[in-house]
């Protein structure tokens, strides 16, 4: 993983180093912390300058700093990870490769045909010195953040990046539009004093649609929020990207997720385990869950074997159990999805490597109002410096420290479960279940200092709290239990497994039931379309900045292209059912896949935001809906922090 920028000027009369902001560059050095280089690329007879940046987290083959410039004067710089589509030898570097293939292609179609090629996500930036021009882009799903910004003020500048800094000023940063790839014509803006920028999008290879539909209604999206002075354009040519999934199937079954052979009426009511073991009793749905478990599990297997694992090659000899350390982090709540993904990362991670699940845990109100008027302190809450007052956990049970008992939150607790059922799938395996505590003093001080200029360009409170939530986790600073002590530790893991997109494609969320109440099986299809259509700008690049920001990589075992694929080839009521309760019917295929392998009561457990399970939501104003823009993201003066 990287974190990229460029900045482009049509004139000379600023140094194009004025238009690089200094914060934007101490982000970008925290997304990649072992190599930074800059590249300033100018032509003959051609005023425009080009400044590139890059700053390299390495995660596979050699260390490849960026950007990468050949003997053509092509410069590229790469976010992203080749999982599959595009062969990556054991000890290549992806960003070389597919640099090598980029300076193979002769024509915009043999450009389309190999990012149409590449299974895993991507941003990327790339200028193509024989033609004046500059490429970039993402991902299908937008897995890989990556910004722009033009103001239109004259000799402006127009820049990409994959993180900034908050601005209250009228030159807003915004995502760029998972909708295909863009190229500027440098040679013809510079002629024109203006932005122009060609689309490429991205289209179904078995749609019916007719190309022009697609291009009127992508145009639409993407134009619909850029300042006037930008103008996006259809390619001549009506080329388009493959997209990487096939579409989602929409047809709706008379039969409902019933067990034949059993009394429905006795199962549907009841979640339990048991109810999931008379599914599993049928052998269609035995079948399905078996291909499912393939898929998913071949997805987790990609993301945390395509690792550099440095004391593999550097050493023969082979650490203790003791001293490896853990290359592998889950942002784990207990619930079914983070529990499903534990399960089979624990299938392909050394044996002798730990794997840390991340569990963060935000002050229970009620404490923290006790911590403020407190003045008791033990020496171990000194010590911790995270702790809260005696007074305010006198209710613990004892296995616990009295001392943590103000962040038992719901997910700290379902959480401990969890474990308890991972230790018993693998007791050989070393689970680092790290619980990470969080006072409404340090969730302030980040937030001013750090999160909010992650979280940027997305404003809402419900951005606030999901931000906040992961950005503490996936730091992975808390506490290990050390023969029943806690002992203070931070994951060293550089690559975090997240279950993002499960909600989104098996009927997850509350709203899904509200859908499907008022609008049957055909709304909620819809609805479900819909998520992954708008989970890049809602979700992707956001977590994408917010993990980064720890020299950390997400990787996303949920939207694995061929996991998605297989999703979208079913229909709704082989992935949900929800006309059976919660617990049982949202997630229902994840749910059986869960129970096929191994796991118990998490395989029920009813959904739980990370908002609500973590307990930050509480900390909040209760009069606050999740839409609302959220006022604590503004930037402060130090003095009023």
């Not at 690329?41 to 490849?64: A, E, I």
């Amino acid at each position: 993983m990287c974190g990229i920028c460029c900045i482009v000027t049509l004139c000379s009369q600023h140094a194009i180093h004025d238009f690089f902001n200094e914060d934007i560059l101490c982000h970008l050095r925290r997304r990649g912390p072992d190599s930074s280089q800059q590249l300033i690329k100018t032509v003959p007879d051609l005023p425009y300058q080009c400044l590139f940046s890059g700053h390299v987290l390495h995660l596979r083959g050699l260390v490849t700093p960026q950007p990468l410039q050949n003997a053509n004067s092509n410069i590229f710089l790469w976010n992203g990870e080749i999982f599959n589509g595009v062969h990556v030898g054991d000890l290549e570097n992806d960003t070389e490769v597919m640099f090598h293939h980029l300076a193979l292609c002769s024509s915009e179609e043999d450009m389309l045909s190999l990012f149409s090629s590449v299974r895993g996500p991507w941003s990327f930036i790339y200028y193509q010195a024989s033609r004046h021009s500059l490429w970039f882009g993402r991902d299908y799903f937008g897995r890989r953040s990556l910004l722009w910004q033009c103001n239109n003020e004259v000799n402006s500048a127009f820049c990409l990046t994959s993180v900034s800094a908050y601005s209250e000023s009228d030159h807003q940063w915004q995502e760029v539009p998972a909708s295909g790839i863009f190229k500027i014509d440098l040679k013809a803006c510079t002629a024109t004093k203006s932005w122009s920028l060609t689309l490429f999008p991205w289209k179904y290879s078995c749609t019916e649609k007719a190309v022009e539909e697609i291009f009127i209604n992508v145009l639409d999206q993407v134009s619909k929020d850029l300042p006037n002075h930008m103008r996006v354009v259809m390619n001549e040519s009506k080329l388009c990207l493959r997209a990487p999934v096939i579409p989602l199937n929409k047809t709706i079954s008379e039969a409902s997720g019933q067990c034949p052979g059993t009394n429905i009426s006795n199962i549907t009511h009841m979640v339990s385990v048991e109810t999931l073991q008379a599914f599993l009793a049928e052998e269609h749905k035995k079948k399905l869950v078996c291909q499912f478990i393939d898929v998913l599990n071949e997805a987790v297997k990609r993301r945390v074997l395509y690792l550099y694992r440095a004391e593999d090659r550097e050493t023969r000899e082979v650490p203790s159990m003791s001293s490896r350390k853990a290359h592998i982090a889950v942002l784990f709540s207990g619930g079914i999805d983070s529990m499903v993904i534990a399960a089979l990362a624990d299938k392909h991670v050394p044996l002798e490597e730990p794997i840390d699940l991340l569990n963060v845990a935000f002050m229970l109100k009620e404490q923290a109002k006790q911590k403020g008027t407190s003045k008791n302190h033990t020496s171990r809450e000194v010590q911790f410096d995270l702790l809260c007052s005696q007074e305010s956990c006198q209710d613990l049970d004892a296995k616990t420290p009295a001392c943590f008992s103000c962040f038992d939150v719901p997910d700290r607790i379902t959480s401990r479960a969890g474990l308890k059922e991972l230790e018993a799938i693998n007791p050989s395996r070393i689970w680092n279940f790290v619980e990470i505590n969080v006072t409404p003093e340090e969730l302030k001080k980040m937030r001013q200092q750090r999160i909010n200029h992650l979280i940027y360009p997305l404003n809402t409170v419900l951005d606030d709290s999901i931000g906040c939530a992961i950005w503490f986790a996936s730091r992975g600073e808390g506490f290990i239990s050390n023969q029943g002590e806690p002992k203070p530790y931070r994951s060293p893991a550089k690559v975090v497994l997240t279950g993002i997109g499960a909600d989104e494609q098996l009927a997850g969320y509350s709203r899904h039931r509200v859908c499907f109440r008022k609008y049957g099986f055909k709304g909620l299809n819809e609805e479900l379309e819909m998520e992954l259509d708008r989970i890049s700008s809602r979700n992707l690049g956001r977590d994408d900045r917010i993990i980064g920001d720890h020299g950390k990589e997400a990787r996303f075992p949920f939207l694995d292209e061929d996991v998605v694929s297989f999703l979208n080839s079913l229909p709704i009521l082989e992935k949900a059912d929800l006309t059976l309760p919660r617990g049982i019917g949202e997630k229902l295929l994840l749910r059986l896949a869960a129970k096929e392998f191994g796991l118990t009561a998490s395989a029920v457990l009813p959904k739980r935001a990370v908002q609500f399970g973590s307990r930050i939501a509480k900390l909040e104003s209760n009069s606050e809906k999740a839409s609302d823009t959220c006022s604590r993201l503004k930037s402060f003066s130090v003095d009023e922090l």
